[in-house]
Every structure is written in structure tokens, then in C-alpha cells.
């Protein structure tokens, strides 16, 4: 399995972005699809999460209503849209997969992971 992460860029505050994430490798029926992001000085933690064939989601509380994720079966790859960007925002974004269905899954229970792509968000 391979995840390739794009998207990342400079944006003001308030401004939007798209990240996308193309899976490759196998079919991903019975998958979970996730973003996670790392800021500078502190740990990886939870965005967003996609269960690949019923599309339903879960968000972390600090991107609710901000952030969409979503999934285009037919091209194999997944999106986090991110509206409404804020300073705290800023970070190395990475997407991840897993096995199963369980949309509250630990970040070490993620299988496969994509390189990172970079959202700095001025103020």
C-alpha cells in the first residue's frame, strides 16, 4: 500500500486548502482513511477520519465544522478540505490507513502512512 499526500501550502488566516491523498497498492474496501497532523514541539494527533466504502467520518473537536473529509472511490484518493484556517492549524499534515472499520482507532493502529505535506497558515 502506498499514500501519497499533496496539497500543503501557505495560506492566510481564514483562508482554505485542499489536501489530497492518493492510495495506491490494493482495493480499500474495508478501510479506514485518516488524517493526522504534527505542529512544531508537540505530538502527532488525530483530524480526521473516513471509513472507505460507507464515508462515514469523525473529527477532532478542534476542526469541526472548519474541515471536510472525503473519498473518491473511483480515484482511489482522499481529501481533507479546510476552511476557516487558523494560525494553530500549522503543521505537517500526513495521511494514513488502516484495516477495519473502527473510526476511533488509535494513531499506532494505522497500518500505512504517506509522506507529510506542509500547511503553514499566516497570521
Known amino acids: 500500500v502506498q499514500l501519497q499526500a499533496s496539497g500543503g501550502g501557505l495560506v492566510q488566516a481564514g483562508g482554505s486548502l485542499r489536501l489530497s491523498c492518493v492510495a495506491s497498492?490494493?482495493?480499500?474496501?474495508?478501510?479506514?482513511m485518516g488524517w493526522f497532523r504534527q505542529a512544531p514541539g508537540k505530538d502527532r494527533e488525530f483530524v480526521a477520519g473516513i471509513s472507505w466504502s460507507g464515508g462515514r467520518t469523525r473529527y477532532a473537536d478542534s476542526v469541526k465544522g472548519r474541515f471536510t473529509i472525503s473519498r473518491d472511490i473511483a480515484k482511489n484518493t482522499f481529501y481533507l478540505q479546510m476552511n476557516s484556517l487558523k494560525p494553530e492549524d500549522t503543521a505537517v499534515y500526513s495521511c494514513?490507513?488502516?484495516?477495519?472499520?473502527?473510526?476511533?482507532?488509535?494513531?499506532?493502529?494505522?497500518?500505512?502512512w504517506g509522506q507529510g505535506t506542509l500547511v503553514t497558515v499566516s497570521s
Open positions: 494514513a490507513a488502516r484495516t477495519g472499520t473502527n473510526l476511533f482507532a488509535e494513531l499506532y493502529e494505522y497500518d500505512y
Open positions: 497498492g490494493r482495493t480499500f474496501s474495508g478501510f479506514v
